[in-house]
């Protein structure tokens, strides 16, 4: 049941992976690399996508709000390829220039969640649904989290007896 939550876990930044900025498709206009890394993101090609996203970020000046989304992306990505350390400081960084972004505390609360740290997801879950009450994806990592934390009390139980 665990492995198949952590798996669950682990397609959900793909969802989360769209660009941010008013939860456009598209982020910034100009930036193709920026385009082309939160498609490939959304389509599950995390290491392509990261390189593209660093390229976009690298080689053109962003405004801060693409800026914001495209180091949400990053975050997303990098919880696909289960380095939620990284995934956090592209969070943190994101929400130092745009904390009205639902996804980047949806993304953050995967990448706590992957690192057993509930509380946190729960507390970012929490900010992501008072941005954007009906986000499935907030929903569904929510459940999760209660799957996980439940399981994780029963297995603790079960040992102490």
Known sequence: MVRLLLFSLLLLPMEW?????????????????????????????????IRLTRRGLD??????????????????????????????????ESLALNTRNWRTYSNRAAAYTILGMYSEAVFDLDSAATLNPDAKAVLKLREIINELSLDARVIMEDHQQ
Do not use: H, M
Request: hydrophobic fraction near 40%; charge should be negative; charged fraction near 20%.
């Open 17 to 49: 992976a769209w660009a941010q900025a008013d939860n456009r498709t598209i982020i910034g206009s100009g930036n193709e690399y920026l385009v082309a890394g939160a498609n490939a993101i959304r389509a599950g090609d995390f290491d392509n996508g």
């Open 59 to 92: 080689e053109f000046l962003p405004s801060p709000k693409d800026r914001a989304a495209a180091l949400c992306n990053l975050c997303a990505a990098f919880n696909g390829v289960r380095e939620p350390q990284k995934a956090l400081e592209y969070c943190n």
